[in-house]
């Protein structure tokens, strides 16, 4: 094994987890589609591992990229007007049944899909539990304002989880 393919598997099986649960949440708990865009996040990893410049982590970089990747597919997917619609499935506040907690994250992400993209990437990778400094890069934003956005964020999910005005 080289050390490139050493150095790649390493990261992959480090990272693999992180980035399909990113990709989960894109796409709205499609499990096939979120395979497919991690599948393709680690092939840009693997192609452009030689160009890292270790200016940021490799997670940082990882989580770009897969941030970038998810963002293209949501585009494509607009301009081809497909929209997935998820029936209303109702939330119960202490279930142990696995179904109803099935039901509970495909409310989550269908209340997740309804954010600006911008906002889905915050919260994603907030629930990734990425330090909001880190985030603040990823994005782009000061990391004052990736706080204030995470706590609106959370509102909005909260209202739109309890089927309030979103």
């Not at 990893?45 to 293209?72: H, M, P, Q």
Request: aromatic fraction near 8%; proline fraction near 2%; hydrophobic fraction near 35%.
């Amino acid at each position: 094994m080289t050390p490139k393919e050493t150095t790649y598997k390493k990261i992959y099986e480090i990272n693999y987890p992180k980035v399909m649960r990113l990709c989960m949440g894109y796409t709205g708990g499609n499990d096939v589609l979120a395979k497919d865009l991690t599948q393709e996040t680690f092939i840009k990893v693997w192609k452009n591992l030689d160009t890292f410049r270790n200016e940021s982590g490799i997670a940082t970089w990882i989580y770009r990229i897969c941030v970038n990747t998810c963002l293209a597919e949501i585009r494509r997917k607009k301009k081809e007007e497909k929209k997935l619609q998820i029936d209303d499935l109702q939330i119960s506040e202490s279930s142990e049944d696995p179904v109803e907690k099935e039901d509970m994250l495909f409310q989550l992400y269908k209340c997740i899909n309804q954010l600006s993209s911008t906002n889905k990437a915050i919260i994603l990778l907030e629930l990734e539990d990425v330090p909001q400094v880190e985030i603040s890069e990823i994005i782009g934003i000061k990391h004052d304002a990736i706080r204030t956005r995470i706590h609106r964020i959370k509102q909005q999910l909260t209202k739109c989880a309890n089927h309030e005005q979103f």
